[in-house]
Nanobody
Framework: QVQVVESGGGTVQPGGSLRLSCATS????????MGWFRQGPGKEREFVAA??????????LYGDPAKGRFTISRDGATNMLYLQMDSLKVEDTAVYYC??????????????????WGQGTQVTVSS
């Protein structure tokens, strides 16, 4: 059974940093793209960042909210995905989801390109 589990969420003041982690088990996703999405209160799920797998070149894509402040990375040896979030803003408050795709090509930014999802981790930015 495939499992995707996020961790690292919490409450931080504006301007602070958090590092989210995502662990997968039950399947080797090293060849598949993985990504982060978020869903704020009353909002639709939003693309944050994605990174390609070893099966489809090397690529990273950031959504507008993440550009210049967030960094996505992965460790192929351990099947871990990370999201370093710096200079956090109140509007970054959301549940953050880790996702893995069954595709092997590209760096997708749409929710329907991902087939395995975690339960989410809450990030709250508040003074």
């Amino acid at each position: 059974q495939v499992q995707v589990v996020e961790s690292g969420g919490g409450t931080v003041q504006p301007g602070g940093s958090l590092r989210l982690s995502c662990a997968t088990s039950g399947r080797d996703f090293s060849r598949n793209p993985m990504g982060w999405f978020r869903q704020g209160p009353g909002k639709e799920r939003e693309f944050v960042a994605a990174i390609s797998g070893s099966g489809g070149g090397v690529g990273i894509l950031y959504g507008d909210p993440a550009k210049g402040r967030f960094t996505i990375s992965r460790d192929g040896a351990t099947n871990m995905l990370y999201l370093q979030m710096d200079s956090l803003k109140v509007e970054d408050t959301a549940v953050y989801y880790c996702a893995a795709s069954s595709r092997t090509q590209g760096v997708p930014a749409t929710t329907d390109s991902y087939h395995y999802w975690g339960q989410g981790t809450q990030v709250t930015v508040s003074s």
